[in-house]
Nanobody, 124 residues
Framework: QVRMVETGGGLVQAGGSLTLSCAAS????????MGWFRQSPGKEREFVAA????????RIGDAVKGRFTISRDTARITVFLRMSSLKPEDTAVYYC?????????????????WGPGTPVTVSS
């Protein structure tokens, strides 16, 4: 059974940086896209970033474009979300997910396995 393991959340001041990591534990076939979504209290789950199985293609959400980047290691096991110039409105629980296929998607229904989420708090 594939289990998504997220690490790296925490408290950071506005303007600071933070990197989240996500690994698909138990996955032997690594030809799947992975993505990050976030949700803050009272709001819908929001697409943040996604990366294709090879790492060659990425998608970044409009709210974080220019500030966040997504990448994956050469073994395609771990995905990283590098967040910079953080704002208080970036405060949310960040979820990592594995897609059904190999192409990155902004649609949450394209993802099958979801992690438990890691909280990120940006103080002003």
């Amino acid at each position: 059974q594939v289990r998504m393991v997220e690490t790296g959340g925490g408290l950071v001041q506005a303007g600071g940086s933070l990197t989240l990591s996500c690994a698909a534990s138990g996955r032997t076939d690594r030809r799947y896209a992975m993505g990050w979504f976030r949700q803050s209290p009272g709001k819908e789950r929001e697409f943040v970033a996604a990366i294709g199985w090879s790492g060659a293609s990425t998608r970044i959400g409009d709210a974080v474009k220019g500030r966040f980047t997504i990448s994956r290691d050469t073994a395609r096991i771990t995905v990283f979300l590098r967040m910079s110039s953080l704002k208080p409105e970036d405060t949310a629980v960040y979820y990592c997910a594995e897609a059904f296929g190999g192409s990155p998607s902004e649609d949450s229904s394209a993802y099958s396995n979801w992690g438990p989420g890691t909280p990120v708090t940006v103080s002003s």
